[in-house]
């Protein structure tokens, strides 16, 4: 299946089990994160734009000083795809490795 085709509710149940940090909103996913402090913060999302760009697929990112807020949904499939949750991924890896 296309990386960009729209996934089944069962498909997105089954896609979350792996990414426990992140919770469905409607058509999308979330996830906040608190990192160490604003520099962290920033290298983070650094490298998520690494990321995006890669992927050409780029997240919402809400900075709130230490605490970033993430918003994954693939806009022109109106909905979450498995583009969403490789990012999602991606995103997991570059909190763990800040
Ligand atoms: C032309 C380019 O491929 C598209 O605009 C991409 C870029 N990044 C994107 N990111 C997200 N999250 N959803 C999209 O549909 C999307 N589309």
């Known amino acids: 299946m296309s990386k960009s085709t729209r ?5 997105i149940t089954a896609g979350l089990a792996a990414l426990p940090d992140w ?3 409607g058509e ?3 996830r906040t994160a ?3 402090g ?3 913060a920033i290298a983070v999302v650094g490298v998520v734009a690494e990321a995006a760009e890669e992927l050409d697929h780029h997240p919402d ?3 709130r000083w230490r605490t970033l807020r993430f918003v994954l949904s693939t806009h022109s499939a ?7 949750l490789t990012m999602a991924a991606r995103i ?3 909190l763990r490795d800040a």
């Open 38 to 40: 604003f520099p962290t």
């Open 61 to 63: 990112i809400d900075i």
């Open 7 to 11: 996934l089944t509710d069962d498909q």
């Open 23 to 25: 919770t469905r909103e």
């Open 78 to 84: 109106g909905g979450l795809t498995g583009l969403d």
């Open 28 to 30: 999308a996913i979330v």
């Open 92 to 94: 997991d890896q570059a």
């Open 34 to 36: 608190e990192t160490a």
